[in-house]
């Protein structure tokens, strides 16, 4: 349930709703809103008896909330979420792109295809330091030197960065260099992973899980939202198929339904969901069309010597093509 406070209630008012809330039992969470404040009813194990909230000074409705997820669905808020990120937003009119290789592999290497990648128009930059691989014996990343080196790239460049956590021990460090901490498909159930992410204060960029469902990828959003970390940002990138012309089945009915059922942005992934290059701009250029909230794109500059994903990497001449093309499609532009 969320309790809509009137926008001239007083601190008092906002307080006492608060204490009956916890009073019962539950747990109250303020969201951010536009005008007024509105109060957000948690850990409910049933139905919540609205008569105990719409009488109390101050309160002007109580709206139940019928999803699962609670602070993830549009019931909750109605407003879009723009993730706020330092001289940069993203989110609904705010169309962002994050472009880089698969894994950070060398100082040079980076900012080689950093400076390329931000020509042509990105504004955030991706690298793993941390890599989750299928083998124990494929590349694993740099680890904490990766972090460092994507710091150097912050510092020369201006770009954003956001890198993948794969544990605890990355999580802490993920979070303290960069400035967006990526939870990847293989981790997108990791509930412990998910709850840690959510007490640290920087934005997540959540992939959806290989397998799963909509709600089940809301559930792992509600994870991180429901220890206070309202900054979410959800990334398509494919759930498993039967076909074999690409690695994954870019879900373009997602953006729409995320859309809809949900306030957060929508950004959508392209090359982990085609695993070929010459499949990437067509997807990019869909998910656009389909209304995402921005990109993320894995760009090499030596894809063929790259030590992981090369595949899949666009050439930096290919990236520039796809930033123009995309110029036309985005609503608003970018
Ligand atoms: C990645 O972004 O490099 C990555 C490993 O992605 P995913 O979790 O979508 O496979
Ligand atoms: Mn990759």
């Not at 010597?305 to 666009?314: F, I, N, P, R």
């Amino acid at each position: 349930m969320l309790i809509v406070m009137d926008k001239d209630a007083t601190g008092a008012q906002i307080k006492a709703v608060v204490a009956k809330i916890e009073s019962l039992g539950y747990e109250a969470q303020p969201m951010p809103g536009g005008e007024r404040v509105a109060i957000a009813i948690l850990r409910n194990p049933g139905p919540v008896n609205e008569t105990l909230f719409v009488d109390m000074p101050g309160v002007i409705q109580a709206i139940p909330v019928s999803r699962p997820y609670k602070l993830v669905s549009r019931e909750m808020k109605r407003e879009d979420t723009i993730i706020h990120l330092p001289g940069l937003d993203l989110g609904r009119g705010h169309f962002v792109v994050i472009a880089g290789p698969c894994a950070v592999e060398s100082e040079t290497q980076a900012l080689i295809i950093a400076e390329r990648v931000k020509a042509a128009g990105a504004r955030i930059f991706r690298g793993g330091a941390y890599k989750p691989r299928t083998s124990p014996y494929s590349y694993q990343g740099l680890g904490k030197a990766g972090l460092k080196i994507l710091r150097k790239v912050r510092e020369e460049t201006g770009l954003l960065v956001v890198t993948e956590a794969i544990d605890h021990d990355s999580l802490r460090m993920v979070a303290e260099y960069a400035d967006i901490i990526q939870i990847g498909a293989r981790n997108m159930q990791n509930f412990s992973l998910l709850r840690c992410a959510g007490r640290t204060r920087k934005p997540v960029l959540l992939k959806r899980g290989m397998y799963a469902t909509l709600d089940e990828w809301f559930m792992a959003a509600e994870y991180i939202m429901s220890e206070g970390n309202n900054q979410v940002i959800l990334c398509e990138r494919g759930v498993r198929t039967i076909g074999e012309h690409a690695r994954n089945l870019l879900d373009l009915a997602t953006i729409p339904a995320v859309r809809r059922e949900s306030h957060l942005p929508i950004i959508a992934d392209p090359s982990h969901a085609a695993g070929r290059r010459d499949l990437v701009s067509s997807l990019a250029r869909a998910a656009v069309a389909a209304g995402c909230d921005g990109l993320m794109i894995e760009v090499h500059h030596e894809p063929e010597k790259a030590m992981s994903d090369g595949a899949q990497s666009l050439y930096p001449d290919q990236f520039q093509d796809l930033m123009e093309q995309i110029k036309t499609l985005s609503p608003g532009g970018w």
